[in-house]
């Protein structure tokens, strides 16, 4: 569910449809073919080798004969690039120029501020998507970086795939990319920093291998790239800018979206080497968060693609507490349709080494018994409690509290208290009423 308020006028909605060009529209994720008075092409919604995704100009529709999926040029950009609604019709407003009406209560001026940024948001993506062009060339002319990515097995199908690039060495690489080095685009954007003291500018990004981070519509919004060798700091991304917000976007998620549907669930990992190597070992399903921990806005993202998401950490402290803040991340949309887990390697490992070791098969059978999110709740509760105490018990319950109380109402969240109760030794009656009494950010009004 989008959090806008704001509903748009339904007259406006047919006016876009009529407008728009559905062909168009699915054309830009899927090839099609002319076929008699439609066209056809692989279905992007379920895997299959010969085409039976059809796009009607006439009835401005598409389907597919063999999953079923249909629905217009709203509904395609919602389940197929992922976009809210309100999203999906800003998309394909701002490609036939049309302006969606806000809020009567918006004053002009932030009408007009609304539209000059996302004007602004338009150039700053242009300019990035330069930027990785010129990279991917330079990917072709250095040995070095070359030899980097074939030393962690990546073919030339899935460096393509990912858009991966090298920034070569030199303060003021960029400067042959774009001519007005001193435009301040380039300082937005994240490519350039300016030194406070002399104003000096130069390429925040030299001599690494780079990963554009695309959104879901495939914009290039910023990039993360990584030393060759052992210096510090190995991984540098993109500063947060108008377009780059770590916090909400995920590495690889527009690279992934068809293989999470055909895998059925969506693999999380810590880095964005981890989702190239993944991809080149049979898991192109994977993504990654950018340096951060899993925020909600992340799940909440993801759940627009699959109902199964899998948290891949690695085996030691660090990735035990990143797993604890996926675990705060994912509990408000932890439904009783989803499903959540919690899948932690051997401790020396991270996805990419692990699967080089033991092989796709032996991971996919780690996937396969990752935690539930249920049992990683019980143990995070229980955690450096004594259950044979009354105390520890109480504390457990009270550490317990505040995770139970931001899963959603159903039958999962029930089932926990029942769980609870066993486990801290109390009815579960007793429970709920001590869970919500003092669960934060609920107002229960209890009888008597
Ligand atoms: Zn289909």
Request: aromatic share 10%; with cysteine.
């Amino acid at each position: 569910m989008e959090n806008t308020p704001v509903s748009i006028p339904q007259s406006f909605i047919q006016e876009l449809l009529a407008r728009v060009d559905v062909v168009d529209v699915v054309g830009r994720y899927v090839q099609l073919k002319k076929s008699g008075a439609n066209f056809m092409g692989l279905c992007p919604f379920h895997g299959e080798k010969s085409p039976s995704f059809s796009v009607s100009p006439s009835k401005q529709f598409f389907h597919c004969f063999g999953c079923g999926k249909n629905g217009n040029a709203i509904g395609f950009l919602m389940d197929h690039a992922g976009m809210g609604f309100r999203e999906a019709v800003q998309d394909l407003a701002q490609q036939i120029g049309m302006q969606v009406p806000d809020d009567e209560n918006t004053s002009p001026q932030d009408r007009e501020r609304a539209a000059a940024q996302r004007q602004k948001q338009a150039t700053l993506t242009d300019v990035l998507e330069k930027a990785g062009d010129a990279w991917r060339r330079h990917l072709r002319e250095s040995p070095r970086a070359v030899q980097y990515f074939k030393g962690r097995g990546v073919s030339g199908q899935v460096a393509k795939r990912y858009g991966l690039g090298y920034a070569p060495e030199g303060w003021r690489g960029l400067a042959s990319v774009f001519p007005e080095y001193d435009s301040p685009l380039l300082e937005e954007s994240g490519l350039v920093i300016v030194n406070e003291e002399d104003g000096k500018r130069y390429d925040r990004f030299r001599d690494r291998v780079m990963f554009p981070i695309r959104n879901v519509k495939g914009e290039c919004i910023g990039f993360g790239g990584r030393v060759l060798g052992d210096d510090k700091p190995k991984y540098l991304n993109s500063p947060e800018t108008p377009v780059f917000h770590k916090g909400r976007e995920l590495y690889g998620l527009y690279e992934a979206r068809n293989a999470i549907r055909e895998h059925g669930y969506a693999l999380v990992t810590e880095g964005y080497m981890d989702v190239v190597a993944l991809a080149q070992l049979g898991f192109p399903n994977a993504v990654a968060t950018l340096g951060t921990a899993c925020t909600p806005e992340h799940v909440h993202k993801l759940f627009r693609f699959t109902d199964t998401v899998v948290f891949s950490f690695d085996g030691d402290a660090a990735g035990r507490r990143a797993a604890r803040k996926a675990l705060d991340g994912a509990l408000p949309y932890a439904s009783d349709t989803r499903s959540v887990k919690f899948l932690f390697l051997p401790a020396e490992h991270d996805p990419d080494s692990f699967v080089r070791a033991y092989g796709p098969e032996a991971f996919a059978r780690h996937v396969g018994d990752a935690v539930p999110l249920s049992r990683f709740l019980l143990e995070a509760a229980r955690e450096g409690c004594d259950l044979g105490t009354a105390e520890g018990r109480a504390h457990m319950l009270s550490n317990a509290r505040p995770l139970w109380a931001a899963l959603p109402d159903g039958a999962l969240k029930r089932q926990l208290l029942t769980e609870l109760g066993e486990l801290g030794q109390l009815p579960a009656p007793d429970l709920a009423q001590l869970a919500l009494a003092d669960a934060p950010g609920d107002h229960v009004v209890r009888a008597g």
